[in-house]
């Protein structure tokens, strides 16, 4: 199976100049962004959500027009691995996942998901090619319909100078920005 028009190990060129390494989550992801087209009508405008901060992100700025920057990439981190392509208006989507049941065929992209082994320890070839020649086995595909408060646009609105520290903030923040405010802090 081609991954969006690109050979596997073309697609695993992309990801170590992209991701700096062969990196299996990517590839990984890039079987399940495969699997979701082919569920999904050739015409729409999706969005992706990731389950995920993992890898996974990186396989969908890759693979799709949709990006943080853009606004079309959503992570909310459950801690799966599954993403979801979903009609921008309406929510309804296709999520496709690691199904667990279906690992034991491939030993060790089993070790590797689960985290059964140290990274020290897999064997690298050998998970590359099971992820190769078995990714799209050991996915499920599901029906959704997106939660609605994922679905809502969220604007940036106004800009404005911080009086502390003489930045763009949104106004939206409060009178100072968050940083100035201490409602975060990015530094020591």
Same mark, same amino acid.
Do not use: H, M, Y
């Given at each position: 199976m081609d991954i +969006?028009?690109?050979?596997? /190990?073309?697609f695993l060129e992309e990801v170590k100049a992209f991701h700096g390494y062969p990196a299996p989550g990517v590839l990984l992801g890039g079987k399940m962004i495969e699997t979701a087209y082919r569920h999904l009508p050739p015409e729409g405008i999706f969005d992706v959500l990731c389950e995920t901060p993992k890898c996974l992100?990186?396989?969908?700025?890759?693979?799709?027009?949709?990006?943080?920057?853009?606004?079309?990439?959503?992570?909310?981190?459950? !801690? #799966?691995?599954?993403?979801?392509?979903y009609e921008k208006e309406g929510g309804k989507?296709? +999520?496709v996942f690691v199904d667990p049941q279906k690992l034991e065929p491939v030993p060790e992209l089993k070790a590797w998901f689960l985290k059964l082994k140290p990274k020290q320890e897999q064997d690298t070839r050998l998970l590359l090619s099971q992820i190769r020649e078995k990714g799209s086995e050991i996915?499920?595909?599901? /029906?959704?319909?997106?939660?609605?408060?994922?679905?809502? #646009?969220? #604007? #940036? !609105?106004?800009? !404005?100078v911080c009086p502390a520290c003489g930045e763009g903030y949104p106004l939206a923040d409060g009178p100072r920005c968050r940083v100035c405010s201490g409602t975060v802090s990015l530094y020591r």
């Open positions: +969006r028009g690109r050979s596997f /190990e073309a992100p990186d396989a969908v700025q890759l693979l799709t027009p949709c990006t943080f920057g853009n606004g079309w990439l959503t992570v909310v981190n459950v !801690g #799966r691995f599954a993403l979801t392509f989507g296709i +999520r996915l499920r595909v599901q /029906e959704v319909q997106v939660a609605q408060d994922l679905l809502v #646009r969220k #604007r #940036r !609105g106004l800009l !404005g």
